[in-house]
Structures are given as structure tokens and as C-alpha cells.
């Protein structure tokens, strides 16, 4: 995936982050809704269907829709598939891993998450830790946004959760982004780094984190349908994600639903 680059970092205003925030809370209220759909039975479409509505019923706009010619609301990423997977007739089976990326444009603003759910009431839990680990890395990498820290310090904190819980690899072909007017933006965000190394982070600057977490190797390809992408080894993998506001008081997550 591109990016649009730009020399600059595109800094909101608090006007703006409140922006972002009600296309969040499109987001974050999307996923809750298909994080209880998901369940052995229900196809990626069916998924696809119920975020479609959830957007447009916000008054929002997906973003993912016709990006770069994709053709869906979300994308839909089943155990081996890492990122960018396409809704379809595919059934979600008992034990799947189905990690879910949603973004939505309010007035010109974007949010962008991702979440990966467990299509069972009893998880195996190596499945479960990959999923928790991935989750906590993202928080870890939260906390360390915050203004006058470096983009290293971000990837290193992320990278030192997944490194001390075990055998874990850590997707590098793929990173998080500067969002705001555009999904995409600059700066690029990886998920692992050096402390005190890198771009200074600065008060209004928006970033997605999004870890992606394999068990095992980390090595990734793109199918034939130039979209999905699936670890090499055929090992599991998770992803999670959240847009982030750097803000005198701190980083605040705006792809979260306040009331939940
Ligand atoms: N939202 C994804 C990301 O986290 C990108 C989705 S690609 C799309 O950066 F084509 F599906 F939009
Ligand atoms: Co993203």
C-alpha cells in the first residue's frame, strides 16, 4: 500500500481531532457490531453487508470502498491472512481468527481501526495469546505517543511486547500511517524501531498503529488477487489497530466508542 508522500505532517487542530473523533466513534461503533456477528456460519459478505450499513446508517462514508479499486467496506483477514483480505462466500468456521479493518470518512475526516475475534466460545489458546499479545502491543505502543518521544519509541515499544512473549514475528512489509484528510498519510509508523530514534512527535499529529502479529515467521505474499496477504509459512496471524491523537494531555484513541 503507498503512500501519498508528503514532506510535511499534516498537525490538526483540536477542532479537527473532534472531527476525527465522530468518524471513530463510526468506526469503533462498526466493529463492536461485527465483533458479535462473528460466528461459525456467517460469511465474510455477511459481514461486509452489516458494516456497509453501519457506516452509511452514521451518515459516514467508508473509505475502503473503491480505494485503489477494492471492493468492499472492510477488509477480512482469516487465520493465515494477515491484512487486506476480501469479503466473500467464504464462511467463517468454529476457531477462526478473523481480524477485521474498518475505516469511514465524516466530513472530509478519516478513522481507521482494525480488530481480530475468535469465532468460538472456547478459543484454543495459543489463538487467544496471539490475539492478546498483538492487542497489547498496540496499547504499548499508545501509551508511547505522545508529544517530544520519537516514531522509534512507538516501534520499540510495540516491538519490545511481542519480542518478550515469545516466539512471535513481527510483519514488516506492512506499517501504520499518518490519517486525517486521507487514509494514508505521512508519516509511516512501524512496528518496531529504536527508542529516541526517528521523526519527534508532536502535539496534533493523528497516526494509526496497527501491529500485524504472525506466530513464527514474519515473512508475508500477496495473493493472486493482488490484495490478500497471507504469511509465507502458513502460520497465523493478528492485527489490530487504532487512530490515535497526540494531544497536550496525551494520546487519545478516537476509534472508541465512549459508551462502551
Ligand atoms: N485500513 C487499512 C490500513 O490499516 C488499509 C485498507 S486497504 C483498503 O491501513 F484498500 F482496503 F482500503
Ligand atoms: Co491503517
Redesign the pocket.
Known sequence: ?GFRKKDRVQIKSPQQIELMRIAGKVVADTLQTLSVSVTPGITTKELDAIARECIYGAGATP???G????P?V??TSINEEV??G?PSDRVVNEGDLVSI???AIVEGWHG???ISVIASTNPQPSIQKLSDVTRASLAAGIEAAVAGNRMGDIGSAIQAVIRGAGNYGIVED?V??G?GTE??MYPPVPNYGHAGQGLELQVGMVL?L?PMVTIGSPEVITLADD?TVVTTDGNWAS?W?HTVAITESGPQILTINTNN
Not at 480505494?67 to 477494492?70: C, D, F, K
Request: glycine share 10%.
Open positions: 500500500m473509505s475502503f470502498l480505494y485503489y479499486g477494492y468492499a472492510i477488509c491484512v487486506h476480501i479493518d474498518c475505516g481507521d481501526a482494525a506492512y501504520g500511517h490519517i487514509m494514508h494509526a496497527e490484495w492485527h489497530e
